[in-house]
Structure formats: structure tokens, C-alpha cells
């Protein structure tokens, strides 16, 4: 799963079929959808706090 955060996180985000594929083999497509909103939201909230230069605690 943390192989599938930093591909999502790269610029551009990139994530290979075999690693989704891999994905699959242990989580349903409803878990998966919720790992990649969560990676989605946190790559928004720490991009956004970068540009106005906040810290969150």
C-alpha cells in the first residue's frame, strides 16, 4: 500500500495497472476507492499548506 501512496504522490501521479492489479488481490474495490481518496485528500491538504506556507500541528 505505501508503494501505491508514493505513486500517487509523484508529479505526475503515475500508478502501473500491476500495481493496481496487486492491490486487488487484497482489497475489495470499495477499499481501494477509499485508499485512494484518503492519499488524494492529504496530497491536496499538504500542497495547499506548502503554498500558504502553513504548518499543521
Known amino acids: 500500500m505505501l508503494e501505491f501512496c508514493e505513486a500517487m504522490s509523484q508529479t505526475p501521479a503515475f500508478v502501473p495497472a500491476e500495481l493496481f492489479q496487486r492491490l486487488l488481490q487484497g482489497l475489495d474495490e470499495k477499499q481501494l476507492v ?4 484518503t492519499v488524494a485528500l492529504e496530497n491536496f491538504s499538504a500542497r495547499f499548506n506548502r503554498a500558504f506556507d502553513i504548518v499543521k500541528i
Not at 477509499?34 to 481518496?37: D, I, M, N, T, V
Request: glycine share 0%.
Open 34 to 37: 477509499e485508499l485512494a481518496a
